[in-house]
């Protein structure tokens, strides 16, 4: 079945340490996305990508690098520039960006505690 | 820009009642409108989605919304809860060619 890999599901990492979240996707879409959850604030967009090579930032970006070599796959490092990293992280991909049947789908997310 | 408002944090209801969550939202076309279901530690689940034709749409798990342009609302609604319909609920909106705006979200309780 086609769908997308979050790992892991929870990660444990020491203030000032970078850390990358893996994000794999067989659904052929060209379209990737990352979000960060937090408790009553819904799902804020940190990058998006809209084909490989290339990427945007969303709402909150900074802090968050991305990479999209392959169609694939759109890992997030987040840096120790990121003042208040520990939150849940969520990817998700669409066909491509903003229409109607294009609708995302998402991960089952990593959850990131940094003490 | 566009937006989404859901004006209910969380709501309680009793196994078997009816159930009713709003979604408002704020754009000067019409927009694309989806409802996403979160169960703990999750992912999102699309439950339906609209954006034009029958207002009325229905999606899975029972689930059915219906869009009314004079009041900006897409609400979600239900007949009869269940217990296993406990979870997270987030209304997005968006436009042709952009990406979406969630919500905060609602969380419904179930009571036996």
């Known amino acids: 079945d086609g769908g997308i890999t979050q790992s892991p599901k929870y990660l444990f990492r020491k203030e000032g340490q970078n850390v990358t979240l893996s994000c794999e996707q067989n659904?052929?879409?060209?379209?990737m996305y990352w979000y960060r959850q937090d408790p009553g604030q819904g799902l804020r967009l940190i990058y998006y990508?809209?084909?490989?090579?290339?990427?945007q930032k969303g709402d909150i970006a900074e802090g968050y690098s991305v990479s999209r070599e392959k169609k694939e796959s759109f890992p997030l490092t987040v840096t120790s520039a990121q003042k208040n990293p520990t939150a849940f992280y969520l990817c998700?991909?669409?066909?491509?960006?903003?229409?109607?049947?294009?609708?995302?789908?998402f991960g089952n997310g990593t959850r990131l505690t940094v003490t | 820009a566009q937006s989404v408002t859901q004006p209910d944090i969380h709501i309680t209801v009793s196994e078997g009642a009816s159930l009713e969550l709003r979604c408002n939202y704020s754009y000067g076309a019409t927009p694309y409108l989806f409802w996403y279901v979160q169960s703990p530690g999750q992912g999102l689940q699309l439950l339906l989605k609209y954006f034009s034709g029958d207002t009325l749409v229905q999606g899975i798990k029972g689930f059915e919304a219906e869009f009314k342009r004079s009041q900006s609302s897409f609400n979600l609604r239900k007949p009869s809860v269940h217990w296993s319909d406990a979870a997270e609920y987030f209304c997005?909106?968006?436009?042709?060619?952009?990406?979406?705006?969630f919500g905060e979200g609602t969380q419904l309780t179930v009571n036996p």
């Open positions: 998700a991909s669409s066909l491509i960006v903003g229409t109607y049947n294009s609708p995302l789908h």
């Open positions: 990508s809209q084909i490989v090579n290339d990427f």
């Open positions: 659904l052929n879409h060209d379209a």
């Open positions: 997005a909106v968006g436009t042709s060619g952009s990406r979406l705006t």
